[in-house]
Nanobody, 122 residues
Framework: QVQLVESGGGLVQAGGSLRLSCAASGRSFIRYTMGWFRQAPGKDREFVAAYWWSGGSTYAESVKGRFTISRDNPKQAVYLQMNILKPEDTAVYYC????????????????WGQGTQVTVSS
């Protein structure tokens, strides 16, 4: 059982950068795979990045090379560094967690934060 709170969203111009943070509270954070998802108005929620509990990370092709996911287990925090932002990155970004599994589907994630808005102007 974990609770997740995102922060760091805002309004930026195309080409700019933002760093999102996800603060987790609860037990056994190290055993959770942590993911970032996003949802734009009128569109389905989509996978952005994940950091597996067993090690390693993966990214959606649309953000690979621009976004970087990292985690700090002692601080129970996950971050998403977003560079070279594009207007199509505009969305609500959600932090999510799954316990002891490494699955890509959002269905596999048991816990979700409230989301933080990222808006990129052209």
């Amino acid at each position: 059982q974990v609770q997740l709170v995102e922060s760091g969203g805002g309004l930026v111009q195309a080409g700019g950068s933002l760093r999102l943070s996800c603060a987790a509270s609860g037990r056994s954070f190290i055993r959770y795979t942590m993911g970032w998802f996003r949802q734009a108005p009128g569109k389905d929620r989509e996978f952005v990045a994940a950091y597996w509990w067993s090690g390693g990370s993966t990214y959606a092709e649309s953000v690979k090379g621009r976004f970087t996911i990292s985690r700090d287990n002692p601080k129970q925090a996950v971050y998403l560094q977003m560079n070279i932002l594009k207007p199509e990155d505009t969305a609500v970004y959600y932090c999510a967690a799954q316990y002891g599994s490494n699955l890509l589907e959002d269905k596999a994630y048991n816990y979700w934060g409230q989301g933080t808005q990222v808006t990129v102007s052209s």
